[in-house]
């Protein structure tokens, strides 16, 4: 995650709230265009609460790490070329996203690790 802004920072969070929400899907598209085609899947569940709750001052980045495992039923699995993170503000974030355009995420081809043998 990179703080793109030159003067604010993203201020640390405690107790239950996180400042980033993670999520991992799977896609036909690489700018997710076409959500309702997602296999969507939440990683969460295997990150470090303590990250979600760090800060970012002006201009720095903090680096996001975690593992998820997912099952794709083969008779769709051929249609997801892309796999792709998008971090959007946890619950009782400490910043906002200006808009919803989906500018928080970042794609790469599936072909690599999707294993979609059996067909």
């Known amino acids: 995650m990179e703080n793109h802004d030159p ?3 993203i201020l640390p969070v405690d107790g239950s ?3 980033f ?11 997710l265009r076409a959500q309702q085609d997602n296999v969507t899947v939440v990683i969460t569940p295997d990150i470090d609460l303590s990250t ?11 680096t996001l790490s975690g593992e998820g495992k997912v099952l794709i039923p083969r008779i ?3 249609g997801y070329l892309y796999a792709c993170l998008v971090v959007t503000p946890g619950f009782g974030s ?19 690790f999707l294993n979609c043998q059996g067909q």
Not at 52 to 62: D, F, V, Y
Not at 94 to 112: K, Y
């Open 17 to 19: 709230a996180q400042n």
């Open 7 to 9: 003067l604010i920072e």
């Open 52 to 62: 979600l709750q760090e800060g970012i001052l002006p201009n720095q980045t903090i």
């Open 76 to 78: 769709t699995c051929t």
């Open 94 to 112: 400490t910043f906002r996203l200006l808009d919803d355009s989906l500018q928080h995420q970042s794609c790469i081809q599936a072909s690599g």
């Open 21 to 31: 929400y993670p999520a991992f899907l799977f896609s036909q598209y690489s700018d």
